[in-house]
């Protein structure tokens, strides 16, 4: 049980950061709105603003999709994976995680902490006048959000496993994943 245990501790980690994703969904939602409202009730334009819009969007597509791993969201090819039982969805699973999620995840957010460092070491800034002072910390959700598909990630690998030794189907019933 303490791998069960383990998987849905991992687990809620995702399920937080989709809240994160759907929290700041609704940040971008007030931000479009007030630059529409500026910009044509008051003809005022903020390039901060708008920056803070491509910023808000990267952070929920980047912080959004170890939610969408979790939740079983993420593209996959259904013609052969449909059809298998839970094990051989298991397995599919396991060995995907193992050979390719896994080692991109970790090799994406290894490189990421180096981007996000430089932007810091260099003090980066918006190109353009009036824009957000700080760039460092959008470049430092790339890693946080590779390094989050990574634990995502080990959480498919220990629900593969579980399922595979029979302790839990959980994740290949087609019934939302419930943490």
Not at 54 to 76: C, D, E, K, M, N
Not at 122 to 145: C, H, N, Y
Not at 158 to 168: F, H, M, T
Request: aromatic share 12%.
């Amino acid at each position: 049980m303490f791998l069960v245990s383990l998987e849905k501790a991992l687990g809620r980690y995702s399920l937080w950061l989709g809240k994160l994703s759907a929290l700041l969904l609704i940040l971008l939602l007030c931000n479009v709105f007030y630059n529409v409202l500026m910009r044509y009730a008051f003809n005022a334009v903020s390039i901060g603003m708008q920056e803070l819009e491509w910023h808000l969007y990267s952070a929920i597509f980047l912080l959004g999709i170890p939610f969408g791993l979790q939740t079983g969201g993420h593209v996959r090819v259904d013609l052969i994976y449909e059809r298998l039982s839970v094990r051989g969805k298991a397995w599919i699973d396991l060995v995907g995680c193992i050979l390719f999620l896994i080692p991109f995840t970790l090799l994406v957010g290894w490189f990421g902490v180096d981007f996000a460092k430089e932007a810091y070491a260099l003090g980066e800034t918006s190109g353009d006048p009036g824009g957000l002072p700080a760039r460092w910390i959008i470049k430092s959700a790339i890693p946080v959000a590779f390094f989050s598909m990574a634990i995502g990630g080990l959480c498919m690998i220990l629900r593969s496993i579980n399922a595979i030794r029979g302790v839990s189907n959980e994740g290949f019933d087609h019934e939302p994943i419930q943490h």
